[in-house]
């Protein structure tokens, strides 16, 4: 199972607004909801930002918001601050025989 | 406070056994399925298996299939990871990481990681 295409970097100004792109298959992004990403800062374990393509967990930022268009899941966050500089995966469930997979990853450079 | 320590760094030679481990508390650990990430230096995360502790029944991603054994042990709310014979190629961070509901969920609660170093 091939991972998840990812850009490898994007960049913003603080204050403005990026989206992460994660293009999959019909086999994992296209035919479930079940997309997630994952924010990692440098030595640090990875942190739920979204799960289920849109929910948001309890204590995550309302200026980070997913969406799905077929085989591609996206992560917009708006609003960029300093502390959102890190890398973003992201993840969808491939069904049974695979289970999960990842993307390659996106570090986001804030200007 | 939920949460989920792993063990910590080991340093390995090729060919030697190891198995690491992940434990967690504040929360029902039967009743959640338990995952291993593999993040090798400088790459990406990888999606290794998962298992249930209620009934240790565990799921592989076919790329890990074989090559690593995903265990529990419930009566001391601890999962585990273990190799039988170690590779260089083994030489990684080891994520444990809770999943939110049923195997094609989120990983919502990650342990901090458990940092594997095999020399050839």
């Known amino acids: 199972q091939s991972a998840l295409t990812q850009p490898a970097s994007v960049s913003g100004s603080p204050g403005q607004s990026i989206t992460i792109s994660c293009t999959g298959t019909?086999?994992?992004?296209?035919?479930?909801?079940?997309a997630s990403w994952y924010q990692q800062h440098p030595g640090k374990a990875p942190k739920l930002m979204i799960y289920e393509i849109y929910k948001r967990p309890s204590g995550v930022s309302n200026r980070f918001s997913g969406s799905k268009s077929g085989n591609t899941a996206s992560l917009t966050i708006s609003g960029l601050q300093a502390e959102d500089e890190a890398d973003y995966y992201c993840c969808s469930y491939a069904g049974i025989g695979t289970f999960g997979v990842f993307g390659g990853g996106t570090k986001l450079t804030v200007l | 406070e939920v949460q989920l320590v792993q063990s910590g760094v080991e340093v390995k030679k090729a060919g030697e056994s190891l198995k690491i481990s992940c434990k967690g508390s504040?929360?029902?650990?039967?009743?959640?399925?338990i995952g291993w990430v593999r993040q090798m230096p400088g790459k990406g995360l990888e999606w290794m298996g998962i298992?249930?502790?209620?009934?240790?029944?565990?799921r592989y991603s076919p790329s890990f299939q074989g090559q690593v054994t995903i265990s529990a042990d419930k009566s001391v709310s601890t999962a585990y990871l273990q190799w039988s014979s170690l590779k260089a190629s083994d030489t990684a961070m080891y994520y444990c990481?809770?999943?939110?509901?049923?195997?094609?969920?989120?990983?919502?609660?990650w342990g901090q990681g458990t940092m594997v170093t095999v020399s050839s």
């Open positions: 990481a809770r999943l939110k509901t049923n195997p094609g969920a989120a990983f919502d609660i």
């Open positions: 298992i249930y502790p209620g009934d240790s029944d565990s």
């Open positions: 504040g929360y029902s650990f039967t009743t959640y399925w």
């Open positions: 019909s086999s994992d992004v296209g035919t479930y909801n079940l």
